[in-house]
């Protein structure tokens, strides 16, 4: 697996709180097979209803890293909101805190989902606003958040930092490649062997 040490690109502004997982991706797009094509309809709904949401915005298509709010990703489990994320393009996001299944989630599937302060966050904001070319880069070694000349902390727990940095995020990834040590182990239990 690819290791995550850091992630740097233009960013997209939604800085909201409670942005929940129905919002990000509406419920009628959960009836699907696989996640392909679900990158189209991510904030579908806010997108009708907001004619200027940043998702719609030109200068913002080509963003990889996402700036939310409070409580980003709160409401149901559904492993298709980061899905849906990934699929439009987003590789990393920046926001004050994450549902946490949402967050495993994001994890699971190689996002690094890192929390700032609230001023960190405005100034980000701000920044992309001003000049939606600026490259932001977040970097999970030193723990830092580079926009320009700035740079501000972040924080990420240390199981997920120590997943994404040594490339073992993906916990089904993780089971295949370890099959023939699982056989081994389930061999050499007798509750595995010995039904009489």
């Given at each position: ?28 797009f ?6 392909e ?6 904030f ?5 209803q ?7 915005k ?6 990889s ?72 880069s ?8 580079r ?9 990420l727990?240390?199981n ?17 490649k370890?099959?023939?040590e ?15």
């Amino acid at each position: 697996m690819t290791k995550i040490e850091s992630v740097a690109g233009t960013a997209i502004p939604l800085l909201l709180d409670d942005i929940d997982t129905d919002r990000i991706i509406p419920a009628r797009f959960l009836r699907c097979v696989t996640f392909e094509g679900l990158g189209e309809h991510a904030f579908e709904d806010d997108r009708i209803q907001d004619p200027d949401h940043p998702f719609d915005k030109p200068e913002f298509q080509n963003a990889s890293i996402l700036i939310g709010g409070r409580n980003f990703g709160c409401g149901s489990s559904r492993e298709h909101a980061p899905q849906s994320l990934i699929r439009w393009g987003i590789k990393a996001i920046i926001a004050e805190s994450y549902a946490e299944i949402f967050f495993g989630n994001c994890t699971s599937l190689g996002v690094p989902a890192v929390s700032a302060s609230r001023e960190t966050l405005e100034k980000l904001d701000q920044a992309v606003k001003a000049n939606p070319e600026q490259e932001i880069s977040v970097d999970l070694l030193a723990m830092k958040i580079r926009c320009g000349d700035q740079e501000f902390d972040c924080t990420l727990p240390d199981n997920a930092r120590s997943a994404l940095t040594s490339g073992t995020y993906d916990f089904l990834a993780q089971l295949l490649k370890s099959t023939d040590e699982i056989k081994e182990r389930a061999a050499a239990v007798p509750y595995f062997t010995s039904f009489a």
